[in-house]
């Protein structure tokens, strides 16, 4: 069992999301479209994506398929991010994705670097909800969804679901960007490659360092696998 | 019976939408959020919507429901668009729709002049394309799209979404931006308010000036209300 | 004789316009300047253009002449566009071009998916405007222009220029991109290639299939040559 | 007679330009329009202008006349900049201005620090250029510029135009911005509102404090109007 | 005691600096400077902030003094940060604090929503470091800094700072932005006003319930106060 | 000795900074990081530098030193700025530089056209201020800045700082910016390569042409190097 999100994620879909999406807040297109093509020319990149001859372009480059198909929950957290991977989407500034959750699943704390979401529930009951910023005194905006029930998630703010219904549920999240990025807090804070210091983490949250420790069974079971 | 796309959108969800929505290519935020409050003061409006004391804001500015409930296709065109109407969402550069259709129901040939959009099919089977611009020689990108399949269209471009099914077909459309804008095509050009020079139009498509007053008659049944 | 807009732009002009154009509400330059070089590395492109080595670049890099002779504009819309090809504006978020339309010559209905324009009349007498989107329910704002007049067209929406004197008309267009784009609608919707489906387009503007039929003879009389 | 550069600009036009035009690194428009309206509320700006209510909006508020009436040169440099004013214009990120010149008249050293500019030659012979920052090693970049002929001009840098022929000249500057901004170099560096103290601009000038207090009487005639 | 972060920030100044900055994202400014003026006109708020009369503006607008003073790092983290508070700021989209360490203190894990950092140390030894989103791995970079050293902060990303020398330590830190905003990871997921669930908290980072409440006694010790 | 304000920078780090560094008010990064690598492609560049390969990335890449060490102010002007030359600044719209003043010592009349600028005195006395474009008359903005002291200059406007104390003067200016770019007024404009035609310049000014020639003497003492 892996306690990251990143794992919820099919693996070979998310390979390609990190590779080909870029932000909602995003430079504008520049023509019609600008198909990501190769990632990288001799291990060169760029902001963004390198995109492939328009001349090349088919309808294809536009489509994906499989949002209806429901995701593998069989996870510490219960649930499964599908976010589709349509190069065309690149220099767009928009993307979706379907959750899937199984009874008491959830998407943990976690924010979007560089989208706002608006999150439609299809199935199921989700208790969601945010956290603002200092700025607005760690405001928590929270509501019990339904289907047909839309919620809006400003960019960069701390960010839960979590389905508090007796049945799964599913929710299609759209985002403001190519690709939002996704940092689930216990990820990033107690399972990074390699870890912050545990001192450091301890002192930060109050915490004994054998509680630190044990985090970091949770967040990096396989420990300390650096750039994996 | 009215022939202009619009009206296919519930009145009351229109007349708000067009106030409240702002652009996805928007200014990002320059705060945590900044929910919508009244349009304008004493007249007065700003790029995009003034907003409510934050002090104020609630969960329920950043939600919105109904989007389980299907739209009245009841129309010329055998389709209703239902967007969400979130004061949340201003600033935040994102929004999402419900489009019914009843069988050979279609979304005509349109363009979002400031969001990029992503379409999900939810039931039935639409055909969709849009067409580049001249840059790229008018070139049609289509598919035929069942149940989880997506497909992109690109900011500005021309597009269009038909029910080629023998059932109702819903999708879930979504923007980069609080406000796309829609431009459907007939309307803007053979059913402006007033309208453009008859003669005009005759020539640019080479049609005779009796099918140009007819084509009025089709998308201003009511004529030449000025500035309504 | 071919009814297509962008046949009265000087095809080899255009051609160059397709690749070096870049928008208006691009990213800003992320240096004094990025003269267009190559169009594509191995067939591989970027959002925009690839820059020249700066120490390369020469005053001859930011110059473009002829604007000053009328074009051809002998074709069923009697107008011609000539827009300038000068690769240093790469990145700078402006372009400008000049329009000839002889008596009765038009610039038919159509978008800049990606700027803003002003038109400067310097001779005749144009009826020049633009049509909102339904955000203003399809508002038509309409002018005519005498020399020394200016008007102004939002981007994106659906605008056109006819001379209505009676002796050859010149205007300068200005827009704030440095490729625009071009969709003429009937192009779009009459003349794509390959065409939407014939039967789409006669519910969407509620004409009998042979007036659609017809229709694309005047935008496409070559008829369906596919990324010609 | 007054050595300022923005005395050459009509002063009526000038000071509804100072106040109605935007940045074409502005923000996008946020809905299709935005005509500017009211300029402060009881002494309260936006960044921007606020906006007139979009129901009031007429085709008036994106047409401006008189850019073929020759600008009135009779002044220390022999030139005139006649802006566009129109409050249609605001949020949509391009201007135009006409600029007039006397023969060895001359748009002297200056930056506008919002918006690149193309300039197309209408009448006349102009020796126009521009420099890089040091990133580029102060480059000049320039060209003799006759009728039709066209000159790109980056965002920021420093640019003038000089008419070297016999004749009048006149020129169209398109910006890529509602409000490009000018400096004059020698207004911002000898002219200024107070005065920058002699003493440093005697060092970094390396000129004697009496150069530099002529200069002040050359740019600054009515000296030190503070907040003029 | 006080756990939260934002509490290390002197108040007075923090609750001029959540209405007063604005993003480094931000719209450019449309004129040459917007200064802050009223924070609302009868409760009504704009993106950003409203300017004040620029003919009222000084040049003490442009000024603020005080970050010579050490900051009071008598708290639980052993920090304090001071941040400039300037209305002139506004639109500029750029910022900069001092921030105060005692030995042993630390600036938590937090990220900055609307800006990347750079962080100059002038005082001490500091152990830096951030973490990559999902799209990388969830990498930590991070490095020991030293005075005159620089360290880059990317946008969004989960950041740290701590002093693991023996002396106090002063850094500045300067942002892209008029307000980063600044989330504080223990403060937003334990201690947001409400509380987050504390079974999906637990969930969440498989702790037990009894540590999640200890946890929020922490970060919320007052407890549940909705909206203060 | 030079009087070119570049030669105060040093060269080896302005030789990168002039590659290296992209604007602040530059599209947004599309990914967690983009950390510039090679500079071309067989000659060809993109706006603003290619990117490492991400997995290559390390944390040197986020850091630079050397801030706490003065700079060499032996040259006319009797000041050195030293930005930071960090890869990992590319996209990310913020940097830093340490400026060093000898009494009396200065950075001259210039602009930055890409960034505003946040000035803090760690040392010594200045005196600093910017000039208004002609919108708002060019006015004088300064003040007296003591250590601890911060002020602000918008992005475009003609800024100078002076030390006006006895002592050695120090300050850290921040900009909103990878690359700010610098263009010295007097370089810009008496020193370019090639020059500007004195007579150009002697009406500019209302100098004589010998006062022009002396002071190519001063700011390009070696004369006419084109693209040197």
Redesign the interface.
């Given at each position: 069992m892996k306690?990251?999100?990143?794992f919820l994620?099919a693996k070979i879909i998310?390979l390609t999301?990190?590779s080909s999406f870029?932000?909602?807040?995003?430079?504008?297109?520049?023509?019609?479209?600008?198909v990501a093509?190769?990632q990288?020319?001799?291990?060169?990149?760029?902001?963004?994506?390198?995109?492939?001859?328009?001349?090349?372009?088919?309808?294809?480059?536009?489509?994906?398929?499989?949002?209806?198909?429901p995701g593998n929950t069989s996870n510490?957290?219960g649930s499964f991010i599908n976010p589709?991977d349509?190069p065309?989407?690149?220099?767009?500034?928009?993307?979706?994705a379907r959750i899937d959750f199984s009874p008491?699943g959830?998407i943990?704390?976690h924010?979007h670097?560089?989208?706002?979401?608006?999150l439609?529930v299809?199935k199921g009951k989700l208790?969601v909800?945010?956290?603002?910023?200092?700025?607005?005194?760690?405001?928590?905006?929270?509501?019990i969804l339904?289907?047909?029930?839309?919620?809006?998630?400003?960019?960069?703010?701390?960010q839960?679901h979590?389905n508090v219904g007796t049945t799964n549920a599913v929710a299609?999240g759209?985002?403001?960007?190519?690709?939002p990025?996704?940092?689930?807090?216990?990820?990033?804070?107690?399972?990074?490659?390699?870890?912050?210091?545990p001192n450091?983490?301890a002192?930060?949250?109050?915490?004994n360092i054998n509680?630190v420790k044990y985090?970091r069974t949770?967040f990096a079971p396989e420990d300390d696998i650096?750039?994996?």
């Amino acid at each position: 069992m892996k306690g990251r999100l990143q794992f919820l994620v099919a693996k070979i879909i998310l390979l390609t999301l990190a590779s080909s999406f870029v932000s909602g807040y995003d430079p504008s297109p520049l023509q019609d479209y600008c198909v990501a093509g190769v990632q990288d020319i001799n291990g060169v990149f760029v902001n963004g994506r390198f995109c492939k001859d328009p001349k090349l372009v088919t309808s294809n480059d536009f489509f994906a398929s499989g949002l209806n198909i429901p995701g593998n929950t069989s996870n510490r957290l219960g649930s499964f991010i599908n976010p589709v991977d349509i190069p065309g989407l690149n220099t767009l500034g928009v993307s979706i994705a379907r959750i899937d959750f199984s009874p008491g699943g959830q998407i943990p704390p976690h924010t979007h670097p560089r989208a706002s979401e608006i999150l439609l529930v299809i199935k199921g009951k989700l208790s969601v909800g945010f956290v603002s910023s200092n700025d607005y005194n760690y405001t928590l905006f929270s509501k019990i969804l339904y289907p047909g029930d839309v919620f809006v998630f400003p960019i960069g703010l701390v960010q839960f679901h979590a389905n508090v219904g007796t049945t799964n549920a599913v929710a299609i999240g759209a985002v403001g960007s190519q690709d939002p990025g996704l940092i689930a807090v216990g990820d990033a804070v107690f399972g990074s490659n390699p870890s912050i210091d545990p001192n450091i983490l301890a002192k930060a949250f109050a915490l004994n360092i054998n509680t630190v420790k044990y985090l970091r069974t949770v967040f990096a079971p396989e420990d300390d696998i650096v750039n994996e």
